[in-house]
């Protein structure tokens, strides 16, 4: 009886010393994942307008300059 005590003790400590080492492994990783969709989804699309209106900006500003 004792054996079997000592058996499942074992077994829901391997879990719980499982379960921590995925959640410090995961935890990470899942907020990378968040962080980089949403870069990917916000940041990115207004970089790229607004590099997009700072190229138009300066294109025409360089044009200007040495005609005036």
């Known amino acids: 009886m004792l054996s079997l ?3 499942l003790a074992l ?3 391997t879990l719980v010393v ?3 080492a995925l ?3 995961v935890l ?3 907020f990378v ?3 980089l969709g949403f870069l990917a989804q916000y940041a990115l699309p207004i970089a790229l307008v607004g590099g997009v209106i700072w190229l138009i900006r ?3 500003s360089q044009k200007r ?3 005036s």
């Open 23 to 25: 959640k410090i492994v």
């Open 65 to 67: 300059l040495p005609g």
């Open 5 to 7: 005590f000592l058996k």
């Open 11 to 13: 077994v829901l400590f």
């Open 33 to 35: 994942a968040g962080l």
């Open 58 to 60: 300066r294109d025409r």
């Open 28 to 30: 990470p990783l899942a």
């Open 18 to 20: 499982l379960g921590t």
